[in-house]
């Protein structure tokens, strides 16, 4: 009899940090407690997966050649890990989660990295989180940054994590007990492949080509840029990674107030200068901010729809989900 094997890995929600992956920055993500599980036993020459959330099942072939073509559309998840792993044996089993799907928790990468776990990946918590990057590049096109896969596969229990997507670091920070994090749906679907994702990490690829890494840059290097968007588009980048900074040393000391006046300037900046908010998120983040107890609000991940994260104190906010910190993604064996 062949071992049964189970999967975990977990959605993130990101405190603040946004769209400044992709050059490098500073994040502030936490896993959370929703995540998907995937049950079953490796053998066989294909990866055949049930989803009680799918009508279609995913079965991917060993050799699968081109993820993004396979069907239905979530097996392009599995597929693009299949490809990336490329395991000696196959897998028959279960997918179950507890995530919102397409809400901006990240639930296509956890589930790249249950299935990676699933299919046998052993390497270091980083690797897993890369591997599930390229399986998302392949499975969806999106340029996507290490921060959503990074964050499930190295979560850290009550912490939020600070990560330099540069120097690959880790460093976890522990969210005060006084302080809820609350995750809102702002009612419009988000979808990354076709959004304008890619547009705007090309706009940051060009003014890194003009003032280097904007990781390093000043507000004032950036005068070197004479597109007004390309300017306001590395404004944010260059001004969210103080922020990053600046919010997780203010976590680590307590300060949630002063976490939460960061998050809302770090809307506003998405807003304004990244330009990748709605008026449904801008609604939902001033109506949050008007309720009493409610520290920060911001839209959280790509934007384009999707949800909002609030910091509040504890009861404050009475709809959404209140995510707890959690570790990250496990494989059990046996
Ligand atoms: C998506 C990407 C991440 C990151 C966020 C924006 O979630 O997958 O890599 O770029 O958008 O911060």
């Known amino acids: 009899m062949t071992d049964r094997v189970v999967a975990v890995a977990p959605g993130r929600v990101n405190l603040i940090g946004d769209h400044t992956d992709t050059t490098g920055g500073w994040v502030l993500p936490l896993a959370i407690d929703r995540a998907t599980t995937i049950t079953g036993e490796r053998g066989g020459p294909v990866v055949a997966l049930r989803s009680a959330t799918e009508a279609e099942p ?32 196959g897998f028959v089993g279960e997918v179950g989660t507890t995530l919102p799907v397409g809400a901006g928790l990240s639930s296509s990468a956890a589930l790249e990295v249950a299935v990676a776990l699933a299919l046998g990946f052993d390497g270091s918590t980083l690797d897993l989180a890369r591997l599930g990057q390229r399986a998302e590049h392949r499975a969806s096109g999106v340029p996507c940054g290490i921060m959503d896969q990074l964050a499930s596969a190295a979560g850290v229990d009550g912490h939020a994590l600070l990560v330099d997507c540069t120097e690959l670091t880790v460093v976890p920070v522990p969210v005060p007990d006084d302080v809820e994090v ?3 749906h702002s009612g419009q679907e988000r979808a990354l492949a076709g959004s304008p994702y890619a547009e705007r990490r090309a706009r940051c690829e060009a003014a890194e080509a003009v003032v280097g890494p904007l990781r390093s840059a000043t507000v004032d290097d950036l005068d070197a840029l004479d597109d007004p968007v390309t300017l306001a588009r590395a404004r944010h980048v260059v001004t969210e990674n103080a922020r990053v900074r600046a919010a997780a040393a203010a976590l680590a000391a307590g300060d949630v107030v002063e976490v939460g006046r ?9 807003r304004d200068d990244f330009e990748v908010s709605t008026p449904a998120l801008d609604g939902l983040v001033e109506r949050l901010l008007a309720t009493p107890g409610v520290l920060g609000a911001r839209l959280t991940g790509a934007g384009f729809g999707g949800c909002v994260v609030a910091l509040a104190r504890p009861g404050a906010v009475r709809e959404g989900w209140t995510v707890r910190a959690a570790a990250g993604a496990s494989v059990r064996v046996g």
């Open 58 to 89: 995913a079965v991917v072939p060993l050799d699968v050649a081109d993820p993004a073509a396979v069907a239905p559309a979530w097996a392009r998840y599995v597929a693009g890990v299949v490809a990336e792993l490329r395991p000696a044996e």
């Open 182 to 184: 609350v995750v809102v």
């Open 262 to 270: 960061l998050m809302v300037d770090s809307h506003a900046s998405l």
